[in-house]
């Protein structure tokens, strides 16, 4: 399997960007899909961006389409969410994981990191 470290979250203003990496040790890596989710304060983990294990395909839900890119470099082992037009509403941990199962829904990601903080100001 491959394990997952993120880092990049902090404080940001709301209108402000922010760009979350995770970091993946294995060989494997390259040959899943990637995925982003977040959890808020008494709320459920939700889906935030996937991306194909080439980087030529990837998917958002539809409250940060626009506004967030994700992309990965297999040449490093880590994959990417650029964070733009940050909202209040953004903030959460966002974790990363991997597609073990293959078939791209939420319950197919596993080898979850620990999550970094992303915490926007209104």
């Known amino acids: 399997q491959v394990q997952l470290v993120e880092s990049g979250g902090g404080l940001v203003q709301a209108g402000g960007s922010l760009r979350l990496s995770c970091a993946a040790s294995?060989?494997?890596?390259?040959?899943?899909?990637m995925g982003w989710f977040r959890q808020a304060p008494g709320k459920e983990r939700e889906f935030v961006a996937a991306i194909s294990w080439s980087g030529g395909s990837t998917y958002y839900a539809d409250p940060v389409k626009g506004r967030f890119t994700i992309y990965r470099d297999n040449a490093k082992n880590t994959v990417y969410l650029q964070m733009n037009s940050l909202k209040p509403e953004d903030t959460a941990v966002y974790y990363c994981?991997?597609?073990?199962?293959?078939?791209?829904?939420?319950?197919?990601?596993?080898?979850w990191g620990q999550g970094t903080q992303v915490t926007v100001s209104s």
């Open positions: 994981a991997a597609d073990l199962g293959g078939g791209g829904l939420p319950a197919d990601f596993g080898s």
């Open positions: 294995g060989r494997t890596f390259s040959s899943y899909a």
